[in-house]
């Protein structure tokens, strides 16, 4: 039980140190960078895995039919949106 405790205090202690060197690490990167929003934009996406992924639409449902065709469903987006 003494065990538990102990690494229930070391994993706090840990996650606190991580979190303070990330905050540093990224503090002098955004202060060294000469496009500071993009650098601020990228480790946001970064954190959070939201690194983009382009996907693109191979076909799309129209009335209950498939498009396949790249023409006809990039006119057709266009129409629903």
């Known amino acids: 039980m003494e065990h538990k405790l102990y690494y229930k205090q070391y994993c706090k202690i840990l996650s606190k140190i991580i979190k303070e060197a990330k905050k540093l ?3 002098e990167v955004i202060t060294k960078s000469k496009n500071k929003m993009e650098t601020t934009w990228n480790i946001i996406h970064k954190e ?3 690194l983009a992924n382009e996907k693109n639409v191979n076909s799309l449902r129209i ?3 498939v498009v396949y065709n ?3 469903v990039q006119k057709n987006s266009t129409i629903i949106f």
Do not use: G
Request: aromatic share 16%; glycine share 0%; charged share 15%.
């Open 25 to 27: 690490y990224y503090k």
């Open 48 to 50: 959070t895995n939201n």
């Open 63 to 65: 009335n209950k039919h």
């Open 70 to 72: 790249q023409i006809s």
